[in-house]
């Protein structure tokens, strides 16, 4: 449809039923008043819902990833060793250098 021709029609309708008297005295008033009397909304609860839902999920996760770690645990050296291990890792880099400056 052409939008002229619907303007047109439009206006015709608008001016055929002109507007009533018959709207309550201060009407837009209490609108407005009812508006503004609205709460403003709790930044808390607008976060609330999608903060438990992650923290939901991490734990999920966490669980997941913990069950598999377990499952995938090797049994091939015994815990005595890495105690070992670790110090002669760490200790590794300083008796290289002591070496070196003798």
Same mark, same amino acid.
């Given at each position: 449809?052409? =939008? +002229?021709?619907?303007? /047109?029609? @439009?206006? $015709? ?6 507007? *009533? ?6 009407? =837009? +008033?209490?609108?407005? /008043?009812? @508006?503004? $009397? ?6 808390? *609860? ?57």
């Amino acid at each position: 449809m052409n =939008e +002229k021709e619907l303007h /047109s029609k @439009l206006m $015709a309708a608008a001016r055929r039923h002109p507007p *009533s008297d018959a709207v309550p005295y201060a009407f =837009e +008033k209490r609108i407005v /008043s009812h @508006l503004s $009397a609205r709460p403003a909304p709790n930044v808390w *609860s607008l976060w609330c819902r999608p903060l438990w839902q992650a923290a939901l999920s991490c734990v999920a996760i966490t669980v997941l990833f913990g069950l598999w770690a377990y499952g995938n645990v090797s049994n091939a050296e015994p815990a005595d060793n890495f105690s070992q291990d670790f110090e002669a890792a760490v200790y590794a880099p300083m008796s290289e250098h002591i070496e070196e400056a003798w």
